[in-house]
């Protein structure tokens, strides 16, 4: 900073530092109640501001602030908004943690710091929230703390994710973090969190049968549907029965089973919706490791492309699959399609169409759309494909084909 009274000047450099910034005290004696200053970088590479500041001294001492690129002269320290806001050298992370069934048993924490290693916290006192765990931090120069809810060692998470803990959110030394089961979501204070009933999950346990789980319990009869829908679109599933226990009592449940007349298509997407709880995609992978997946879907037919001079047979077994197309091509590594047609979906998750017509040396693949999203592949039951595999074709003697366009 260069200073000095009017028409004077010299340089002088900034030798403390407090919570505002830097500090720069400056003892003169001179006759003029008037100094100038200027805030320079270096040999005059740069000034803050492009003025000359001019200050009036009353009586023996003056103090004022100044901020980064403005021209105000602060005679009382200014509230500064900071990008990066100066975390305290110690500060307490406050974690509650708030499961809809209460139970706790099992659940801690797993936190790191940006770039190092992770320790295991406990839960260790509980509120009208939910369990609460008090873990002392020393920031250092991390910003943020991964976090983790696990039971146990590891043997399930709450969520699927990695959350960051932004350190900036600190207040008087302390940060409070809410966390909810089943929500990704980092609150940072508890008005912010969303407590209002909800469907926490719903999974598909046989091809008619949906598990459901909700956050706030409900009360539900046996042979009531309690405004219940399972939709795909527009389109509703009409429901058979709800179940929640033995004996078809009235109870007060988060947990229950859906029973449909009939069963889901694996390949479409469903929702199941309850007024005041909103909506839940329901989940398929937990179906097909079911006996009742293995009953009402296997097939023990031929499948693949089954040759006949006079027309080929296509047969694919996809019971995930809402659609399937064709793809015929004239040449091992033509990129365009011939043509392109929709198979029909049969018994026991299988598609079949049959093209007329001599098929040999003929290429193809299959188009296999599953809840929305279409993949090309090869035929997983073909008994002849192109030299490099990307195409299948219906050979004749059902040996590889040396087509060396393949």
Known sequence: MAVGPRGTGEQLDFTEEDEFGKIL???????????????????????????????????????????????????????????????????TLKVHYRRF???YDGWNLWIWPQGGEGAAYEFT???????VAEIPVVPGDAEELGLIVRK????????????????????????????????????????????????????LATVNKIKVNLSVPMTLLHDRKEGLRILSGEEGME???????????????????????????????????KEGYGEKEILMSGVFSTSAF??????????????????????????KASKVLLNLFQKGDTVEAFDQVE????AQGVFETVISGDMHGVYYTYSVENLGLAQEAVDPYAKSVGVNGHRSCPNRSGRVSGDSEA
């Open 101 to 103: 069934d209460e139970n």
């Open 152 to 203: 146990g060692e590891w043997e399930a998470k709450d969520v699927d994710v990695d959350r960051f803990i932004q350190l900036s959110k600190t207040k008087d030394g302390v940060l409070d973090l809410y966390l909810l089961e089943k929500d990704a979501t980092l609150y940072y204070a508890l008005e912010e969190v969303d407590l209002s009933p909800k469907i926490l999950k719903a999974e």
């Open 343 to 346: 198979m029909e979906k049969k």
């Open 239 to 273: 429901i058979e029965a709800i179940y929640f226990s033995e004996g078809g009592r009235p109870e007060t449940t988060s947990s229950f089973e859906i029973l449909l007349k009939e069963p889901l298509e694996l390949g479409k997407s469903y929702l199941v919706a």
């Open 25 to 91: 005290e400056v003892t003169k004696s001179s006759d003029s109640g008037s100094f100038g200053f200027i805030l320079r970088k270096g040999n005059w590479e740069e000034k803050d501001v492009d003025k000359d500041w001019f200050i009036e001294v009353s009586g023996n001492e003056a103090e004022i602030w100044l901020v980064e690129g403005e021209e105000t002269i602060y005679t009382e320290e200014p509230g500064v908004e900071t990008d990066t806001p100066k975390l305290p050298g110690e500060l």
């Open 125 to 131: 006192a509980s509120d009208e929230y939910g369990a």
């Open 294 to 319: 293995e009953k009402t879907y296997h097939y023990d037919g031929e499948l693949g492309a089954l040759y006949e001079k006079e027309g080929t047979t296509f047969r694919l077994w996809a019971p």
